[in-house]
């Protein structure tokens, strides 16, 4: 395998990816891999995260607009900072944290619930929420969608707490972590995994193990994983660590010993059993190949970036891999395969 740089474009402020392509912002045009362009509200801001059924959203002047066909139609007119999408018929707008404010449910223009801002709402799937009633992340809230009211209440284990923004949702289920935010870090890190019904709120399974608490799914084999180095006496061991959302089966194995790769579990990205990571630490920035199957690097690239230079996390499709700096340079890099590899 190799990574060939083929492009670069300047000032693009994001990168989106649909189910079957990529899409970037550059100069308020949305530009996608297939040639495509599309023109976007003035002052536009997209996040990654902002869709339903592979639809694009964006924020415009704090207005709310959905990609359809070839041009963005508004959704809400009513200002927000935040929105979360739930579907195309709802949304739900959300207060800045740390202010006074309110959430509010909308179907379509109607209002079906406000209430007092409640730091956030991580999952929204189905008729479910599933909301942060403490600053200190020791309990989650299982809501009806429609109604806002409690289905479930989840306490963290002592002296444990949830990561707020650290879960992997699936059709029926969800998981959260929970790890010690004050702890000896010459050990390695304790984390718990909590599986919950995504429905009732009911809780699956629970795990308790070593490692990372930010994981990439593979849908290669449905399992998450994490790649991470550690600081330790005969130098830095990379460990991989291997958790399954069906059974809570977590597993953590040492790969390489008096490694020079620098991996960031949530800069990653798992393509065709690969995970390939950007290292924002080594000079110039790297971006690394690991290949899950053989736990092994296939290869790597330099982009050779001046000092202070950070990385998102890589976006692929269709053998392309697009990699944005802090720059607001895009690099884009063809995936080639070798004899198989």
């Not at 079957?20 to 530009?31: C, H, I, M, R």
């Not at 619930?113 to 956030?120: A, D, I, N, T, Y």
Request: net charge negative; aromatic share 12%.
């Amino acid at each position: 395998m190799e990574l060939l740089k083929k492009a670069f474009f300047e000032n693009v402020d994001t990168v989106v990816a649909t189910k079957s392509e990529v899409a970037y912002l550059k100069e308020s045009v949305l530009l996608f891999s297939s040639g495509k362009k599309i023109a976007a509200p003035p002052k536009p801001y997209i996040t990654v995260e902002a869709g339903d059924n592979n639809k694009v959203y964006v924020k415009s002047n704090s207005k709310l607009f959905r990609l359809t066909g070839d041009s963005f139609e508004s959704v809400c007119d009513e200002n927000s900072e935040f929105f979360l999408i739930v579907d195309e018929e709802r949304h739900i707008r959300i207060s800045p944290e740390g202010h006074e404010g309110t959430d509010s449910l909308y179907h379509k223009d109607t209002l079906v619930w406000c209430v007092p801002e409640e730091k956030r709402m991580p999952i929204y799937r189905g008729n479910t929420l599933v909301t942060f009633p403490d600053f200190k992340h020791k309990t989650l809230h299982f809501r009806e969608m429609d109604t806002f009211e409690i289905k479930k209440e989840i306490s963290a284990t002592e002296p444990f707490e949830f990561i707020r923004n650290s879960h992997h949702v699936f059709d029926d289920r969800v998981i959260f972590f929970q790890y010690q935010k004050k702890r000896d870090t010459s050990k390695m890190q304790q984390v718990i995994a909590t599986c919950c019904d995504l429905d009732s709120g009911k809780i699956l399974w629970e795990t308790a193990f070593q490692g990372s608490h930010r994981y990439i799914l593979n849908d290669a084999d449905g399992n998450l994983y994490a790649l991470f180095g550690r600081h330790e006496p005969g130098g830095e061991t990379l460990y991989l660590n291997y958790l399954n959302p069906t059974t809570g089966q977590a597993k953590l194995e040492v790969v390489e010993k008096n490694t020079i790769v620098v991996s960031t579990p949530w800069l990653a990205q798992i393509y065709k059993n690969v995970m390939y990571i950007s290292d924002i630490y080594t000079e110039g920035c790297v971006i690394w190949a690991f290949d899950l199957t053989t736990k092994k690097i296939l290869t790597h690239f330099n982009l050779g970036l001046d000092k202070g230079t950070s990385l998102k996390a890589p976006v692929i499709r269709n053998d392309e891999m697009y990699v944005l700096d802090s720059t607001e340079t895009l690099h884009v890099f063809d995936i080639v395969y070798c004899d198989g590899v």
